[in-house]
């Protein structure tokens, strides 16, 4: 089986930092698409940032300029720094994977909080 580890988030003041990071463990063949999501109280889920193993990027446009994704394919690893944090950034992001085979996997979810 996958399992997807998340760590960071937390409370941080607007215009502040924060780093996400999320690691697949177990029976890994190979992660083909990184990516992270986050769902805000009363709003779907929505797709955050992505970058696949070719080395496309997509971003969500409220978060261009100020979130960056990077990934280790080898090390199946994989990272959103987030800068110039916002209120509207508040939500639980959750990283996601898309393997080789085409199985998706979730992390647990972590919450972000931006608030003076």
């Known amino acids: 089986q996958v399992q997807l580890v998340e760590s960071g988030g937390g409370l941080v003041q607007p215009g502040g930092s924060l780093r996400l990071d999320c690691k697949a463990t177990g029976t890994v063949l190979g992660i083909d698409v990184m990516s992270w999501y986050r769902q805000a109280p009363g709003s779907q889920r929505e797709l955050v940032a992505e970058?696949?193993?070719?080395?496309?990027?997509y971003y969500v446009e409220s978060v261009k300029g100020r979130f960056a994704i990077s990934g280790d394919h080898a090390a199946n690893t994989w990272s959103l720094q987030m800068n110039s944090l916002k209120s509207e950034d508040t939500a639980v992001y959750y990283c996601?994977?898309?393997?080789?085979?085409?199985?998706?996997?979730w992390g647990q979810g972590t919450l972000v909080t931006v608030s003076a």
């Open positions: 970058r696949s193993r070719r080395g496309s990027l």
């Open positions: 996601h994977a898309i393997d080789v085979i085409n199985r998706e996997f």
